[in-house]
């Protein structure tokens, strides 16, 4: 048992329509009606938040919505991208940033990252910061150096008072969306070196309350055992959240870890 609250957040990525995005919100809200001890929260995509945080109020639903990416800068000449205070403005309460596949598919550079964490920090929302190797750097020895520099550059500039806003999350390029999954073992040693390094930059007592979850094909049927990890603190679920069986069985996995 560990005094941190597990945190499972459901990364829609771009999936779902205006009709699958209301049944699913609708599906998770039952699913998980009696479900205690578990901070919960779903990503939609941009152009249903408004529908889901509408469906989770009508419903006095706790589970929480967030959003898949935002831009730091807080409003102008920037086509296409959103600001933190429209999130805000839409009933978003979290975002992600630097997710894999805005590192290695759009191509965000750690300098944008940690200039959008410190923008979702310093709007009074939380930031879940996601880190993770490539099977390359995996194979090379490299994993360790990679997560951590990611770590480093993300938080560069970010005051201790702020990170308790922060939920970092370790997923591993190669296991995202791929059906492999990070063995227990490994990936509690990863997070248990970012804990170490949170602990390095802003004290025992930060690293200590600091949630670190897993992503990267967590099923119903590893979960538990990924959760039970004493530095995995939840996760961050991607294909499985689409499914609200699969994904109520995982939050369920991490109420009772
Ligand atoms: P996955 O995605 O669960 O489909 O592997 C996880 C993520 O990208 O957050």
Known sequence: MHERKPFVGGNWKMNTNRTTSADLTRAVVDGLARVEGVEVAVYPPFPYLL?????????????????????????????????????????????????????????????????????????????VLCVGETIEEREAGHTDPVNQRQVRAGLADVPGDWVNRLVLAYEPVWAIGTGKTATPDDAQDVHRKLRQLVSGLYGPEIAARTRIIYGGSVKPSNAAELFAQPDIDGGLIGGASLKPEDFVGIVKAAATT
């Open 51 to 127: 529908a889901v945080r509408s469906i989770l109020r009508d419903r006095s639903s706790s589970i929480r919505m967030g959003a898949q990416n935002a831009y730091h800068r807080p409003d102008g000449a920037y086509t296409g991208e959103i600001s933190i205070e429209m999130l805000k403005d839409c009933g978003a309460t979290t975002v992600l940033v630097g997710h894999s596949e805005r590192r290695h598919v759009i191509g965000e550079q750690d300098e944008l990252i940690n200039a959008k964490v410190r923008a979702v920090l310093e709007a009074g929302l939380e930031c």
